[in-house]
């Protein structure tokens, strides 16, 4: 059997290449690692203008599986539903001519052991990637902590490691080169809060008496009573009808004034069908960022979905100079997803929200309705 070892050291090697290419790790029991791509910007300051070079950050967003509370407080904790993605394993096994389920065996067997012991409280490495690590710096509250590692940032920024700070002149302007009035600082330490798994509700099912809709029958005349005082009444009716006209005429012919037009607008009751057509949109709801909040937190409880957590930094765009650094206590806006225009396929709708996670965590936001029909989703 092959040696782990040499499997490990270059699944590290295709690692770090996928993520020189700028594409995104997805390792189902770990989370998601995006590299993100800082573009230059103009510094200006008590000392002057300076051109900050660009450089590359990892973003990390946790899986859920991380983010269990009980994975930490019980030593019988279930296994995640995958430890490595299969084109990972395949990728690597073509690569190097290896049986694929020996290699994913191998992975998944290491992933195992470095679950076990983050749920024990140790501080483990994934695959020079970077640190991970449990905290409580508040009373019942456990924060995942992830660390990058500064061997991979440096490798991932040697293209721009020439590049240094260079001082401008105040006359000078640069084209599409943003100006920002305080510098750019990557977190030392990404934090997510852990949390209890929120139990799925089914809806119960509504009773017959309450999907029968009920109908007012309206009182229909009663034809046999008309027919019957039909001849009766036809009879009288003429001059009668004749006195009348003769009096309107009459009386328009002594007005000397017009009579204005008036238009009486109607409106539909409240309890028509008209109702039932419109709709109907859920209110905002305003939150307080806690200890270790997360956007990604907010959009996992308010939407089911942390990839949602763009829609929320949108809404907040403003107020969060960093989306990877909430202030505890910060105010937040939670719009409904019926205020954006999601697709109905839940695999192109997280493929938008990765697109605008690109544009976002690249400082490039400016506006939903302006930049969305240019954003570039990946096929």
Do not use: C
């Not at 806006?333 to 709708?349: C, F, H, M, N, Q």
């Amino acid at each position: 059997m092959r040696q782990r070892e040499e499997i490990l050291d270059k699944a590290q090697a295709l690692i770090l290449s996928r993520l020189q290419e700028r594409t995104s790790l997805d390792i189902p029991a770990i989370g998601v690692f995006q590299p993100l791509f800082r573009s230059e910007y103009i510094l200006e300051g008590e000392e002057g203008r300076l051109l900050i070079p660009p450089h590359v950050s990892l973003s990390y967003l946790p899986a859920e599986y991380l983010l269990n509370a009980k994975h930490y407080t019980t030593l019988d904790h279930e296994s995640p539903k995958g430890y490595f993605a299969t084109d990972f394993t395949s990728n690597l096994s073509d690569l190097h001519g290896w049986d694929e389920g020996e290699v994913a065996e191998t992975l998944s067997s290491y992933l195992k052991e470095l679950l076990e012991g983050l749920f024990k409280g140790r501080r483990v490495t994934l695959l020079e990637l970077g640190d991970l690590f449990v905290t409580e710096e508040v009373a019942s509250v456990l924060l995942l902590n992830f660390i990058p590692n500064t061997t991979l940032l440096q490798s991932l920024n040697t293209p721009f490691s020439i590049y240094k700070e260079t001082k401008l002149r105040a006359d000078l302007e640069l084209a599409d080169t943003e100006v920002r009035q305080s510098r750019i600082t990557e977190e030392s330490a990404l934090q997510y809060a852990i949390h209890e798994p929120v139990p799925e509700t089914k809806p119960e099912p509504k009773s017959e008496s309450e999907i029968i809709p009920i109908v007012k029958q309206l009182p229909l005349p009663h034809r046999e009573e008309e027919k019957k005082g039909q001849k009766s009444h036809r009879l009288w009716l003429i001059p009668v009808l004749i006195v009348v006209a003769g009096l309107l005429i009459f009386l328009l012919n002594r007005r000397q004034e017009p009579i204005p037009a008036t238009v009486e607008t109607l409106s539909p009751p409240a309890d028509t069908l008209l109702t039932e057509q419109t709709t109907v949109v859920a209110p905002f709801d305003t939150i307080m960022v806690p200890k270790g909040g997360s956007l990604a937190a907010v959009a996992r409880e308010y939407y089911g979905n942390a990839l949602f957590w763009v829609y929320v930094f949108i809404a907040n765009a403003d107020s969060i100079p960093n989306p990877d650094n909430l202030q505890p206590g910060q105010s937040l806006i939670v719009p409904p997803l019926e205020w954006y225009t999601l697709k109905s396929d839940s695999i192109e709708a997280n493929k938008e929200a990765k697109a605008w996670a690109t544009v976002i965590l690249n400082r490039k936001f400016s506006s939903y309705e302006a930049q969305r029909p240019q954003l570039k989703i990946q096929p």
